[in-house]
């Protein structure tokens, strides 16, 4: 591990911190488990980290992702976001691996894999995961286990070096209304 390198982890909540207001807790979580990864803790094979934000709109979920993106790989634009509004029907979960053979879309491959075969190092960002059709949730899981997906055209997109980001807003109206009853007291 390079000097650099070693800096950025040691700082990386400060560095976050720049950029984001509050959310210390998680900051320090995302933080933690980064360096975990990149000390040799974990699977090498799957992704630095895989994370589920919850909470409701202006919060910093998605601003996170973003210093992240820019702290550790230099660019705040090296986010891959999926709006997983998007993939509600079970024939759209294809998208993400690319189209089967015979089918409109195949030699464009898929939304997921290619974002990742371009771009290695980087984090990928699941929003409102919540309306995603159940069965992204089995892609989903082979990535967060084996680190690895496999596209329509059998190319193997490796995520060992990404960041597995998830967010939601379901359950953020209770979340505020026991903050609020929390005041209260």
């Given at each position: 591990m390079k000097q650099h390198e070693r800096d950025k982890l040691l700082n990386l909540e400060a560095e976050i911190g720049k950029r984001l207001i509050g959310q210390h807790e998680a900051v320090r979580a995302v933080?933690?488990?980064?360096?975990?990864?990149?000390?040799?803790?974990?699977?090498?094979?799957?992704?630095?980290?895989?994370?589920?934000?919850?909470?409701?709109t202006g919060v910093g979920k998605t601003e996170l992702a973003?210093?992240?993106?820019?702290?550790?790989f230099d660019d705040e634009?090296?986010?891959?976001?999926?709006?997983?509004?998007?993939?509600q029907e079970r024939h759209t979960v294809?998208?993400?691996v690319g189209a089967p053979p015979g089918?409109?879309?195949?030699?464009?491959g898929g939304q997921l894999t290619e974002a990742v075969r371009r771009a290695p190092y980087s984090i990928i960002l699941l929003d409102e995961i919540e309306k995603a059709h159940p069965d992204v949730?089995?892609?989903?899981?082979?990535?967060?286990?084996?680190g690895r997906l496999t596209d329509n055209k059998g190319r193997i997109?490796?995520?060992?070096?990404?960041?597995?980001?998830?967010?939601?807003?379901?359950?953020?109206e209770t979340?505020?209304?026991?903050?609020?009853?929390?005041?209260a007291l």
């Open positions: 933080a933690d488990a980064v360096r975990r990864s990149r000390a040799g803790m974990q699977d090498e094979n799957r992704p630095i980290g895989s994370f589920i934000f919850l909470g409701p973003k210093a992240l993106a820019e702290v550790l634009r090296a986010i891959t976001r999926i709006d997983m509004s998007e993939y294809s998208r993400l089918y409109v879309g195949y030699e464009e949730y089995n892609i989903l899981l082979q990535v967060l286990d084996d997109a490796n995520f060992k070096n990404t960041i597995i980001i998830m967010t939601s807003n379901m359950g953020s979340i505020l209304e026991n903050f609020e009853d929390l005041e």
